[in-house]
């Protein structure tokens, strides 16, 4: 059988992000049961040269910051379920806010390919985009597509999969913040590191324990707390974890 | 110069420029406008109000948002001559 | 080394305080900014604005759709325009698929002649079962395969979040969030889907507001019990054209004192058991976008349809049955359903109704697409469902067991005002984890329904209208 593969797409509201999922998989979608909790989080499926995958709509939001019950579904399922790729959806015509969202899902995870949607529009309003200094700039595939007209998907699919070969590696930026932050982040990364041993990310949990996301905290908890199915960084550790409590 | 105006930006009237300088506003509401981009330093546009008189739209981030009353007039800001 | 589970757990609550005493109030804030002066930089980088980069195209709609004149009037003519267009153009297929189903019927009835079945099973099989399924079919599926991709072209134009715009002010008055506009128009589908809808409200109060009250616009498996109505016996007299502009009008009626009641009960409820202020507004406006009809369409109308058909099957079919079983079983000299009816009845003309609406909506908890079925089935006491096509001998029926426009407009008002259906209850239980707020969505509604219903027939009495 051959091994299914898993995508996220995220990005704010109105950017086309469930045009791009219907268009990439057609009628073959189900509204799903995740982790435990009934919510209409949309799942589709699409195979693209004998590879297949699982890709999910993740609920549009404008931060991942667990401001709201949707940010926080986004932001459990890129950091506990880990999908292989997260692809984030930007408006082109207004890159600067979606821009936002792309660098927080970058803090999160590394295998990411930024989607700048609705080119058409942006061309009809004289908005050139040079994506090249974008993919430079951000150390992730950046691809220029318009769902609506069915451009870039090509290419968006050829990415996808040469990310799975290992054949595209990416490097994503970080931001740095300032020095006082730093060296709080730095202090507590380094024992962030120390629980999770790679199945989190420090320097993301640093920064979400600074700004008191006991919600983060409880659902690490939630999950640890021996729910095999839940899952906990993957399977491996979850029997590690489930034999000892 | 140096005469920039300070009103809040339920003050605006429609086509006003106003560069942020201060949210008076705490907690989850502050996050939400944060992340919207009423971030102090950026220029809001007064784009509408609604027929009733609130909401008014204002471009932020070359997005379109409608604030209430009781958020815009928390956020403060300098007038921008356009 | 294993990572031992609970020493791990006190270590990350460790962090947590250590964190705590870190972190400074502004942190927050210039992180924030400084995510933003990063998106700044990484935006002047890579993107040349030739023109204003603004949209003109967007802005110039909004002028008229959000107008101080006319974005009232709009609004209003959208909505009549989208009831009229499933009235008028669900006529035609309604009775189309009742023919197809009726004509089958013919042979299914042969073949089990040929089988050689025993009545009661034909009885459970074909005049529970299958004309249960075929009635909720033929009634409901033309109207929500007109309703949903057309409310679907107006979402995915861009038009709903200018309605949220428009109304704010009216819902701030009472308390909730204008955004709830948005979970009502989509209750008019389906309120089980509006109630998960509702999650677009991020503040919680202003949510259960939303959750609590949607009940009161009309979902889709009510249509056909108000549509039926309307046209019967509120523009009964009147011709063809003007007949269905004379239901519409009603409908628009009584969807506009559904609205009535969401505000007043939101209302109450904010002065009461969900005080606070109001937190979290803010709504973005989108781009208008011409949407892909033919893609929007399609999408929509398989989507739906497949729900209807599916929820025909589970929910209609057992009701069928159940129903033609308590028409069917005997205790003493009558049945159980004639029991159920003459218990129900002294409360039943209270109301202006009688025992077997009432036990038509009880049987109907499940689905709301059943309660008219049910009440014929319950008047010809065959225990089976009439055939559809007999629109008009379905008059005479509710005629002959005394129904006035009293009793009509009554059935109507409970049916908006009445409790939610079971699927929905499941949903609001879902969604808010409490019983106390789903037994309250099913107790506001219920009072509600009881209390106006005996007012109207009441006053109906007192004004000797009938």
């Known amino acids: ?68 019950a949707d940010e926080e579904l986004a932001r459990n399922y890129i950091i506990f379920e880990k999908p292989e790729i997260t692809i984030v959806v930007l408006d082109a015509t207004s890159l600067e806010r979606n821009m936002n969202l792309a660098l927080q899902v970058l803090e999160m995870t590394g295998r990411v390919i930024v989607v700048m949607n609705l080119m058409d529009e942006a061309d009809k309003r004289g908005i050139l985009i040079n994506e090249k200094i974008l993919m430079r700039r951000l150390g992730v595939p950046v691809i ?23 054949e595209i590696s990416t490097e994503p930026v970080t931001v740095v913040y300032d020095e006082e932050t730093e060296k709080k982040i730095i202090l507590l990364e380094e024992k962030a590191e120390n629980i999770f041993q790679g199945r989190l990310p420090a320097r993301w949990v640093a920064l979400r324990l ?24 993957g399977r491996a550790s979850v029997s590690t974890i489930g034999r000892s409590v | 110069m140096g005469m920039a105006k300070t009103i809040s930006l339920a003050d605006g009237e429609k086509g006003d420029r106003i560069r942020i300088s201060k949210l008076h506003i705490e907690g989850v509401m502050r996050r939400r406008l944060l992340d919207l981009g009423f971030v102090p330093g950026r220029i809001v546009e007064v784009l509408r109000k609604s027929p009733l008189g609130d909401p008014i739209a204002f471009r932020v981030s070359q997005t379109c948002i409608a604030l209430r009353k009781e958020e815009s007039g928390q956020i403060e800001g300098e007038l921008v001559d356009s | 080394m294993a990572l031992q589970g609970e020493q791990a757990s006190q270590r990350l609550e460790d962090l947590f305080k250590e964190a705590g005493h870190l972190s400074t109030p502004g942190l927050r804030d210039h992180v924030v900014e400084q995510l933003y002066k990063k998106s700044s930089e990484l935006t002047a980088a890579g993107v040349t604005y030739t023109k204003s980069g603004h949209d003109e195209h967007s802005e110039k709609l909004d002028r008229i759709f959000t107008s101080p004149v006319f974005g009232f009037p709009i609004m209003l003519a959208l909505l009549g325009a989208v009831f009229y267009l499933t009235i008028a ?79 704010d002010r009216l819902f701030k008055v009472v308390g909730a969030h204008g955004k709830q506009s948005l979970t009502m128009a989509m209750g008019f589908g389906c309120n089980a889907a509006a109630i998960m809808s509702t999650r677009i409200i991020e503040s919680p109060r202003e949510r259960m507001l939303a959750i609590l009250t949607n009940n009161f616009v009309p979902c889709n498996g009510r249509w056909g019990t108000l549509i039926v109505l309307a046209s ?15 239901a519409t009008g009603v409908i628009v009626g009584l969807v506009l004192f559904g609205i009535f009641v969401t505000f007043f009960v939101s209302w109450l409820l904010s002065k009461t058991l969900l005080k606070g202020v109001p937190t979290h507004y803010t709504l973005e406006l989108p781009p208008y976008r011409k949407p892909k009809v033919f893609d929007v369409v399609i999408r929509s109308s398989i989507n739906q349809t497949l729900a209807v058909l599916s929820r025909a099957v589970k929910i209609a079919a057992p009701a069928g049955v159940l129903t033609w079983i308590l028409a069917n079983v005997t205790v003493g000299d009558t049945s159980i359903l004639l029991h159920i009816v003459q218990f129900l009845d002294p409360m039943g003309q209270m109301l202006g109704l009688d025992g077997y609406i009432l ?39 509710l005629l002959d067991h005394g129904w006035t426009w009293v009793t009509a407009l009554n059935m109507m008002l409970f049916s908006l005002l009445h409790y939610p259906c079971g699927t929905t209850m499941v949903n609001i ?23 106006v219903t005996f007012i109207v027939a009441k006053a109906a009495v007192f004004f000797q209208l009938i």
């Open chain 1, 1 to 68: 059988m051959i091994e299914q593969h898993t995508i996220a797409l995220a990005g704010n509201p109105n950017t086309g992000k469930s045009t791009l999922f219907n268009l990439l998989t057609g009628l073959k979608q189900h509204t799903g049961n995740w982790a435990g909790k009934t919510v209409d989080m949309k799942a589709g499926y699409f195979s693209h040269k004998d590879r297949k995958y699982e890709i999910v709509d993740l609920p549009g939001t404008y931060s991942l910051y667990s401001n709201s």
């Open chain 1, 144 to 166: 220029k597509i318009s769902s609506r007209n069915r451009t870039g998907v090509d290419m968006l699919l050829d990415t996808i999969d040469r990310m799975i070969t290992g």
């Open chain 1, 210 to 233: 600074l700004d008191g996301d006991q919600r983060l905290i409880e659902e690490i908890e939630k999950r640890f707390a021996g729910r095999l199915e839940d899952g906990f960084a």
């Open chain 3, 89 to 167: 153009g669900a006529n035609v297929p309604s009775a189309m698929l009742a023919d197809f189903f009726s004509w089958l019927e013919g042979y299914i009835a042969v073949g089990f002649e040929k089988a050689g079945s025993p009545d009661w099973l034909y009885g459970v099989l074909v005049l529970g079962f299958y004309r249960g399924t075929s009635w909720v079919v033929s009634v409901m599926l033309p109207p929500m395969a007109i309703f949903f991709p057309v409310f679907a072209l107006l979402e995915n134009y861009g038009y709903l979040p200018r309605v949220a715009f428009n109304m």
């Open chain 3, 232 to 246: 019967l016996f509120m523009a009964g007299s009147l011709a063809g054209g003007t007949q269905l502009l004379a």
């Open chain 3, 359 to 397: 036990m038509a909506f009880l049987l109907g908890l499940p689905a709301n697409e059943v309660v008219l079925p049910i009440l014929l089935m319950g008047y010809l006491s065959t225990g089976a469902m009439v055939d559809v096509d007999g629109i008009g001998g379905l008059k005479q029926i």
């Open chain 3, 429 to 451: 239980y879902q969604e808010t984890k409490s019983v106390k707020w789903t037994f309250l969505s099913f107790l506001i509604p219920t009072v509600i329904a009881i209390f």
